[in-house]
């Protein structure tokens, strides 16, 4: 019976094979066809996003389904060792010889006996893999119907996207694309600019907004919430930087500037380039000057002959220096330019010479001027001090340089080395703040023009300057009017103005008294003179005809020219100091008397 048995066993491995394949086909159709079924869903209904991070998945979990189910229901139904050898006889055509044989082997009758000698003869000749062949099953066409239709499902089936998802899917997926790129734009401005207020040696602390504020917008993702918060941070920035800009530290480098725009050449001699640069406001190149001079001076690579010259020379500047710490009449002139008459700019330049606190006393006494005016007035004169303070400090260091040119003048040199330093480190910071400055407008300009153009888009969308223009100039807040801007940022309701696309024109509106009650009345002391204001064209003639002598004594005007010159700018120092004296108000002719009458 064992070889009987054997061959039953291998039958049966092979059946459960042949039906494993049959149940495959089924399970496989089905999986398909629920996959099938989810894709067409997917497409219709436009739900990509929900469905595309589990596909991978779906398609193990079908995979691994169809095979497992198959396998478990194939060993559940697997035929018993009679139904084999019952399958076995019949396509072997063995008449029952195997299936009886195991049915009666345990039998001691000879003719069962008999069965189980004749099974085993011809089980030992017997071929299973003729008798039970491996076929594909029955149904081997419906799951490659069923999967290429899925195919032609999967790559063909346009989106018609039913319920809108893929759209919205898609405009937040752009969204969240954008806000990145808009938070990394904003950070790398922000380190640019930080930078500069950083060597222009401005602080900038951001206020706090609330959870209503532009803050709590830009949390939710939205660009244009988080450009608004920007272009809030850079006006205010750019504020402050204005703020800065007017202040007192500018107000003294102007000062400075003016000052050395006045000293004049002290003749030939090693300190020539040196008094140059002075002259220009140049203290970095003066200071190497000055380096180099007394390099020269230590070294003894100077003759006798010119030290003696360069000692006329710092005579010369520390007379000059002296002289400007002593000159009130730039602040005379300063003040007249703003508005006061020429003997209250004198009592004022003379007050500020002596005490800036008389100076503050004297303003809140002059009713006629507001806060601002006061304010703006105190800040030239202290700047004004201070620069005289800083001449004053020049010329003792220029005058002890002189005197111990013989001795080296080391301890003078490196007083006047040290005046240089600081005026050249205020020079440096000015010029660092109108970096700042110029960066923040460029960039509140920049980010203002993104904010119209994303709130307010072109119907052609190409977001270009012809588009901007044609619906109304919406580029953003920049240039010269950025401080002015509204801190809020650019407002949503409308484009906004572009400072480079207009002109601003000041007018005073026709208007009629109707004999309305007086709103405000402010009383002014001195003759009222009707006519054009002299003032600021005089000083503009002044500093034109500064810088021609300037750059007359440095040969940078043609000698042939130097007469034209001087004529030109002697005709126009003439004519601002012709100043016509008007009648305010003609007077009437006076009545005629009344003739006597004789008495009677």
């Given at each position: ?12 491995w092979r059946l459960w094979a042949v039906d494993l394949a049959a149940t495959l086909a089924v399970t496989t159709t089905a999986v398909l066809a ?391 480190m205020l020079a440096a910071d000015m010029q660092n703040l109108d970096s700042a400055l110029s ?162």
């Amino acid at each position: 019976m064992n070889q009987v048995r054997r061959v039953v066993r291998r039958a049966a491995w092979r059946l459960w094979a042949v039906d494993l394949a049959a149940t495959l086909a089924v399970t496989t159709t089905a999986v398909l066809a629920m996959l099938l079924v989810a894709r067409v869903v997917e497409r219709v209904l436009g739900l990509t996003s929900q469905f595309a991070p589990w596909w991978r998945w779906a398609w193990i979990a079908g995979a691994g389904l169809a095979v497992l189910s198959a396998i478990l229901w194939t060993t559940i139904r697997r035929r018993r060792n009679i139904a084999v050898a019952v399958e076995l006889d019949e396509r072997a055509g063995l008449s029952e010889a195997l299936s009886t044989a195991l049915y009666v082997h345990a039998s001691e009758d000879p003719w069962a006996r008999s069965m189980v000698e004749t099974a085993e003869s011809r089980a030992k000749t017997l071929n299973v893999r003729q008798a039970i062949p491996f076929t594909p099953p029955p149904l081997w066409p419906v799951p490659v119907a069923v999967g290429a239709a899925l195919a032609l499902v999967w790559w063909l089936l346009p989106n018609f996207d039913l319920l809108g998802r893929a759209a919205a899917q898609v405009a937040q997926q752009q969204r969240q694309e954008q806000v990145v790129q808009v938070r990394a734009e904003v950070q790398d401005k922000e380190k640019i600019l930080q930078n500069l207020l950083s060597k222009a040696k401005v602080e900038f602390k951001e206020e706090k907004t609330t959870s209503h504020g532009l803050d709590a917008a830009a949390a939710l993702n939205d660009p244009a919430a988080i450009r608004r918060a920007a272009v809030k941070k850079l006006t205010e920035v750019t504020n402050k930087l204005e703020l800065e800009k007017s202040g007192d530290r500018a107000a003294k480098a102007d000062a400075i500037k003016d000052a050395m725009r006045q000293l004049k050449q002290p003749g030939d001699g090693p300190l020539d380039e040196f008094s140059k640069d002075l002259a220009k406001g140049d203290f970095e190149k003066a200071g190497q000057q000055l380096a180099k001079l007394s390099a020269q001076m230590n070294d003894g690579k100077m003759t006798p002959q010119q030290k003696a010259v360069a000692k006329e020379q710092m005579e010369s500047l520390a007379k000059q220096f002296e002289g400007l710490a002593n000159d009130q009449k730039q602040l005379e002139k300063k003040l007249e330019q703003k508005g006061l008459d020429k003997k209250t700019a004198q009592e004022l330049a003379k007050l500020a010479a002596k005490s800036p606190e008389e100076l503050a006393k004297a303003m809140e006494k002059m009713k006629n001027l507001t806060p601002a005016q006061k304010q703006e007035l105190l800040k030239l004169a202290k700047a004004a001090m201070e620069c005289q303070g800083a001449c004053q400090n020049m010329s003792k260091a220029m005058s002890q340089a002189a005197k111990g040119m013989s001795e080296g003048g080391n301890a003078a040199m490196a007083a006047l080395a040290d005046e240089l330093s600081d005026a050249e480190m205020l020079a440096a910071d000015m010029q660092n703040l109108d970096s700042a400055l110029s960066e923040a407008k460029k960039q509140l300009k920049s980010m203002g023009e993104a904010l119209s153009e994303c709130e307010n888009p072109s119907k052609d969308g190409d977001g270009s300057k012809a588009s901007r223009s044609a619906r109304g100039n919406g580029g953003g807040r920049g240039g010269d009017q950025a401080g002015n801007s509204d801190p809020a940022g650019p407002r949503p309701d409308g484009p906004v103005s572009d400072p480079d696309d207009f002109r601003s024109v000041t007018k005073k509106a026709a208007m009629q008294s109707n004999g309305g009650p007086v709103i405000g009345t402010r009383v002014v002391t001195g003759p009222q003179v009707r006519g054009e204001s002299v003032a600021e064209f005089a000083a503009a003639v002044e500093a034109g005809e500064q810088e021609a002598m300037e750059g007359m004594d440095q040969n940078q005007i043609p000698r042939e020219m130097q007469d034209a010159v001087k004529h030109y700018f002697g005709t126009l120092g003439a004519k601002a100091k012709a100043t016509p004296v008007v009648d305010p108000e003609p007077k009437a002719p006076a009545a005629p008397a009344p003739a006597p009458t004789s008495p009677k």
